[in-house]
C-alpha cells in the first residue's frame, strides 16, 4: 500500500470519526420525533457529505475489503437519507463483517425506511442473537412493532427487555412514555 493510499485512508477515517461524534451530539440533543431513527443532515454541510461520499467511493472502488471505508460510506448514506444506497453498502460491511451488530441495526433502520419492515426484523434479531444487550436493535424492533406492524404487545415485550438493561436514559425515558401511551389504548387499539 502506497503513503498516499494510506494517508488517504487515514484521513477518511479521522473525518469519519469526527463527522460521526458530532452527529451522535448533534442527533442527541436535537432528537425531535422519538421514534425517528434517522440522523439529522444538520451535522454537516450538503457539500460536505457529497465530498466525503465521493472520497469514499473512490477508495472502496480501489479496495473494496476495506470495511472501515465501506462502513463510513454505508453511514454517510444514512445521514443523507439515502436507504438503498445504505442498504447497499451495509450488505458489504456485512459481507467482510458478518457479526457487525450495528451494522446489521443501521442497515434494519434503512429496510424500515423503505417499508421492508420483514428484513428490518430480521436485521435486528440477528444483531440480538449477537448481542443480546445490544439496545439500539432492541429499540429499534419494538418501533417496528409498534409503529409499523402495529403490535403494541409485542413491542411492549421487546421493549420490557429493553428496561431490563437500561432503565434511565433518555431512550429509556421515550419507551417508558410509549408503554403508558399503551396502557392508556382502548381495547383492541393497534391491531390490524
Not at 442527541?28 to 451535522?43: D, H
Not at 467511493?57 to 460510506?73: G, S
Amino acid at each position: 500500500m502506497s503513503k498516499e493510499n494510506l494517508l488517504t485512508i487515514v484521513v477518511a477515517l479521522i473525518v469519519g470519526l469526527l463527522g460521526g461524534y458530532l452527529i451522535f451530539n448533534i442527533s442527541s440533543s436535537n432528537k425531535q420525533e422519538p421514534n425517528n431513527a434517522a440522523v439529522p443532515l444538520g451535522a454537516g454541510s450538503p457539500t460536505d457529505y457529497q465530498r466525503r461520499i465521493a472520497e469514499a467511493e473512490k477508495i472502496v472502488a480501489r479496495e473494496p475489503q476495506n470495511v472501515q471505508v465501506w462502513n463510513q460510506l454505508a453511514n454517510d448514506y444514512f445521514d443523507t437519507d439515502q436507504p438503498q444506497k445504505a442498504v447497499n453498502a451495509y450488505t458489504k460491511v456485512l459481507e467482510l463483517e458478518p457479526k457487525n451488530v450495528n451494522a446489521l441495526t443501521d442497515q434494519g433502520i434503512m429496510y424500515r425506511r423503505l417499508g421492508w419492515y420483514d428484513k428490518a426484523i430480521a436485521n435486528f434479531e440477528k444483531a440480538q442473537a449477537t448481542d443480546p444487550r445490544h439496545l439500539q436493535s432492541l429499540y429499534n424492533l419494538g418501533v417496528v412493532y409498534m409503529n409499523d406492524l402495529k403490535q403494541p404487545e409485542k413491542a411492549r415485550e421487546i421493549w420490557t427487555k429493553y428496561l431490563q438493561f437500561d432503565s434511565t436514559s433518555p431512550t429509556a425515558q421515550q419507551i417508558k412514555s410509549e408503554m403508558q401511551n399503551m396502557a392508556n389504548m382502548p381495547p383492541g387499539m393497534g391491531k390490524k
